[in-house]
């Protein structure tokens, strides 16, 4: 099905986002609703076109989300209503990330992209690796090298795989702009895997490097430092995961959710991660969803009267999830000093918040959750509907109740985030930078995504801030 979308002519689509033509746009989208196109495929051509008008990033990374957490919707059931047509309820949810990139899709739809030379690794000699060039370069605060370096890579026919490992090892210990050029590089290659890369690689790539090298005036946290040379340091070699024959032993990576949300030094919390994962057998994978778990618990501290804040705070579950990403999809030993960074800023962001009262408060209420428990029924439809209506009203305590009744009655989670995520369709993305979708797709990622290993340790959290995400954000008017 994807093949068809790949070659659909979306001509008309994107003038219509060009001209900002509303009616034609919503028109349009029905259109392809109607015929049961694939809205993924869809959202990431779109999305390859925006990010050649996207110098700053959020708008195509927000159209990124929207293609993955569109996968989600063959799980919703029929409606309850026979008039009620199921693409009804889509059609915002295809349409707000479309409309909140139609000033980046013009300038894109505009861009001769002016694609430089690749720098073959053949060209590097003999003893030097693609690794340590694109390491260098990035160093060397050189966007083009970075550039030149990965289409050379892609250029050999080298699969994704390959491109990822190189482009992530090349920012393993560094951080700067709250982590924005690994949440890029991550949710930038999930637009390519909408669209099955290929000859869209280029393009993304293009955008990417920019965002990649060590800016001179960017200011670095004094921690970033610390990570740097606790990672360099050969005491701290974890070549030895490359021979490890045992099963994966991740509850042994559940004493480092604590140690990140104590007032540990940043020493002792990479440490905390070297022993988890050497001495105590866990996978990389595993430790970074205890990292994430930790990122979502400090979210959790933030009112929900105050959106900056939340929004602020929750860069440190976009970073933990992008980077528990990454080791979903490679193995290579050379980006595991992003399990250092990861853990050491959730540990810096946990003691710049304080536990806000209204965090307090809503925490107490959800633990005692009001007698709407009971609404909904026993249909998995009929509780997605109560769901919706809940996060309309922005009633979080009954939205917490009715998706705790739909998971007890062992209804499908896909389509209870795929509703939280129709719901947060309904902010304005445009305001927000597309943030609450962002948060979504990551809350949505780290829930499903749950190491069977870890079965027995709550992770309820990520669900509680997708809920959260898409009751409190600003709507649209």
Known sequence: MAAVELRLDLSALINALVANDKALILDIARNHLKHGD??????????IIASQGDPA????????????LSRLFHTLPEPL??????????????????????????????????IPDPFYPS???EGHSVNEAVHQAIYGNDPLLTERLL???????????????????????????AGHPLIFTVRGFQLLDAVEWGEY???????????LPLRPDAKKPDWVAIV??????????????RTRLAAPKDESALPLHKLILSDADTAQVCQGVYDAIIKGGASPSGVGSIIALAAADVLNRVGDSDRDLFVHVAHGLLFASAIRNVFSRIQDVEVLPLLFTSAAFINALQKEVETQQEATDRSSAITHPSASIIGGGLIAASQLEALSSELQARDLVGAISTTRRYLILGHDPRALFATIALAASWTDASADQGHTLQIVQAATEEYLNWPATLSTTNHEIFLQVALRSASFGLRKP
């Open 38 to 47: 694939n809205l993924s495929v869809i959202l990431g051509r779109v999305g």
């Open 228 to 241: 740097d040379t606790f990672a360099s340091d050969p005491a701290h070699d974890m070549k030895s995961i």
């Open 151 to 177: 289409l050379g890579l892609h250029s050999t026919g080298a699969d994704y795989r390959a491109l990822e490992a190189r482009s992530y090892e090349g920012i393993a210990t560094t951080f700067q702009d």
């Open 81 to 114: 209503d026979p008039q009620v047509q199921p693409e009804d309820a889509i059609l915002s949810f295809f349409v707000a990330p479309l409309l909140a990139a139609t000033d980046t899709v013009r300038a894109g739809k505009a861009v001769v992209p002016q």
């Open 201 to 211: 690689t280029p393009t993304i790539l293009h955008w990417l490097a920019p965002h």
């Open 123 to 125: 060209v590097l000699g």
């Open 57 to 68: 990033g959020h708008p195509t990374i927000t159209l990124a989300a929207a293609a993955m």
